[in-house]
DNA sequence: GTTAGCATGTAAGGAGTTACATGATTTT
DNA sequence: AAAATCATGTAACTCCTTACATGCTAAC
């Protein structure tokens, strides 16, 4: 059962919508990732290398969106979903399998909630929550039993790692209340605006 | 000019000031590093390997600190620094080129600060505020000029991942007034209580 | 006209993880 | 006596970055 990683999926979801070039995936992933990170070319295309031998994506000559000025630019690729990526992406829009996810993982996940469904949402809110509670907990402890006499500096530097954790988790508690007390709430419908 | 990376660094710094074994460091490397990150060994054994060929540390037989029970324990390794090693601290504790370094290569300075003199501290808080001010408002600018649509949950991590880096910039702008206004200010000397 | 942004790729290498392999000591 | 923690290491692998290589197009 190929796996899907991030990078994968987080294409896959940009792709859903329309076709788009590599270097306006980039742009699009640097949103997706967080706004503070930029994916390097080096690992994006042989990613759509990778997806197009997988079936997952399909290479077309040009013709993105927005319509072509007038005539030639040079080779410009744009990428769109086979049937094969369509249903990949919706199989692992089902998976809250929050086990194991990192922080780049959850951002993904996230920014594909709008086509993701209310019951998922809340158990991919909740698995993360639970678990920057358990090793907010585990550090505590750890931070307690491990007595090496710690500089000013040092213990500010875990009082604010610790404090930002604490937001995290805060921020959470607000997005699943905020979830739970919503009238509608399933995919396709947006979850207040545009569309 | 031999490199320090980041590890490097953190390792040098955490023996400054007694013999650990391996073990040991990797659990002082998870506060250095945010209470949140845990170093496996598959990258901390050959690291000390490493610096053991480059002549930074030494491999001593047993004796960290802790007055040994009574017999053979299993073969403990303690790191020591050679002069070598603590040439090199000395040298990397006053630079502060701040340009490029991630949030790893701060944090580690940062918890060397006890042993950093007060200017070189001073503009590594510096030069850091004025980095993360910069990518906060290129990636401002960038989403102005990008208008793709978002859905509200892409706009709530967006909003998330700003206001994260903006309450890391207040975090800074109170240490390096902190820093300006305090009284001593040098190496050796800590910052406000113990030692 | 020159800078900035658009656009696509490859090759080499860095930095880390996971899984494996082993065994002693301390706590419950 | 079982579980947790202490303790050391290797091999294979993954993911990503940097540096290179190229060239067009829009804005100032």
Redesign the interface.
């Known amino acids: 059962m190929a796996k899907t990683d991030v990078l994968t999926l987080a294409i896959l979801g940009i792709l859903r919508d329309r076709p788009h070039h590599g270097y306006q995936i980039r742009?699009?992933l640097?949103?997706?990732l967080?706004?503070?990170r930029a994916l390097s070319y080096g690992s994006l295309y042989p990613c759509l290398r990778r997806m197009v031998e997988a079936g997952l994506i399909e290479a077309s000559g040009d013709e993105p969106g927005n319509p072509t000025p007038a005539s030639s630019r040079r080779a410009r690729i744009a990428y769109s979903l086979t049937e094969a990526g369509r249903a990949r992406l919706t199989t692992e829009l089902a998976n809250a399998g929050a086990s194991s996810w990192d922080d780049d993982a959850f951002?993904v996940r996230?920014?594909?909630?709008?086509h993701t469904d209310a019951a998922t949402r809340l158990r991919i809110l909740e698995g993360r929550r639970s678990r920057l509670a358990e090793?907010l907990e585990e550090?505590s402890e750890?931070?307690k039993r491990?007595h090496?006499?710690?500089?000013?500096?040092?213990a500010?530097?875990?009082r604010?790692?610790?404090e930002?954790?604490e937001?995290e988790i805060s921020?959470l508690d607000r997005?699943i209340e905020n979830e739970r007390s919503a009238p509608g709430g399933d995919h396709h419908g947006?979850?207040?605006?545009?569309?």
């Open positions: 742009k699009l640097g949103v997706e967080g706004p503070f951002d996230f920014s594909l909630f709008a090793r550090v750890g931070l491990m090496e006499r710690h500089d000013a500096y040092t500010e530097l875990q604010h790692g610790l930002q954790v937001r921020w997005l947006s979850a207040s605006a545009d569309h």
